[in-house]
């Protein structure tokens, strides 16, 4: 257990930090599993329209540091593969 008072500090920060990344992942994850769907679906306009707010959460989610610049650019070079490959 932390004795000094920026140990205790340190400790809380910690916590609220983690909860906020948690929320945020857990939304991005979401987001991209809707996308998905919509790929698996076959609906092309519709998963367009989420493309671009996945892209919008993903840069949102690097910029802020949540993830990783180079994990961002991946999963969105993945993610427009797969749109890409959808027929019309």
């Known amino acids: 257990m ?8 340190r400790i809380r920060q910690n916590t ?12 991005v994850r979401t987001t991209v599993k809707t996308f998905e769907n919509l ?6 306009v519709t998963a367009n ?14 910029r802020k540091g949540y993830l990783h610049k180079n994990t961002v650019a991946r999963k969105l070079s993945r993610l427009s593969k797969r749109l890409a490959a959808v027929k019309a």
Do not use: C, G, H, P
């Open 16 to 27: 609220t930090r983690r909860i906020a990344n948690k929320s945020y992942k857990s939304m």
């Open 49 to 62: 329209e989420k493309f671009i707010k996945v892209q919008k959460v993903l840069d949102t989610a690097s």
């Open 2 to 9: 932390a004795n000094s008072r920026s140990a205790k500090k």
């Open 39 to 44: 790929v698996k679906d076959a609906d092309k």
